[in-house]
């Protein structure tokens, strides 16, 4: 039953690959696909498929549309980051609102984070 259930998770993380939405694509190819670490879109983890994760930083970042807001969205994903943050997996959220109207203050906030994680000395715009 296991093996069915992560297969079915392959399937629909596949399937979220395809069809990102605009601001999941804003934020990989114009910033994250050009950092000398690796981001897999899409990324089943645990029973959980995340926006985007860093196996290198143990870093996964969530981009919030308004589904995350409602009283069911904010419990799912409260318990989704436990989870991770059990499993030493660092969660960064970002609601599409601020992706959109600060985009290089979003940036800044992962490269940051990346930074103090991995030891790196990244800085925005190289």
Not at 4 to 18: D, M, P, Q
Not at 100 to 124: A, P, Q
Request: aromatic share 8%; glycine share 6%; with cysteine.
């Amino acid at each position: 039953m296991e093996e069915i259930k992560r297969h079915s998770l392959k399937l629909v993380a596949r399937n979220l690959r395809r069809s990102m939405t605009r601001e999941e694509r804003r934020l990989y190819y114009r910033f994250l696909k050009k950092l000398p670490v690796t981001f897999n879109r899409q990324k089943q983890l645990c029973s959980y498929i995340v926006d985007f994760y860093a196996a290198q930083a143990k870093l996964v970042i969530e981009l919030d549309g308004s589904q995350h807001y409602t009283e069911e969205g904010r419990r799912g994903d409260a318990e989704r980051d436990a989870e991770l943050s059990s499993r030493g997996i660092l969660v960064l959220r970002y609601s599409n609102y601020d992706l959109n109207t600060n985009f290089e203050g979003v940036c800044l906030d992962i490269l940051n984070h990346l930074n103090e994680r991995m030891g790196l000395g990244i800085v925005l715009g190289e």
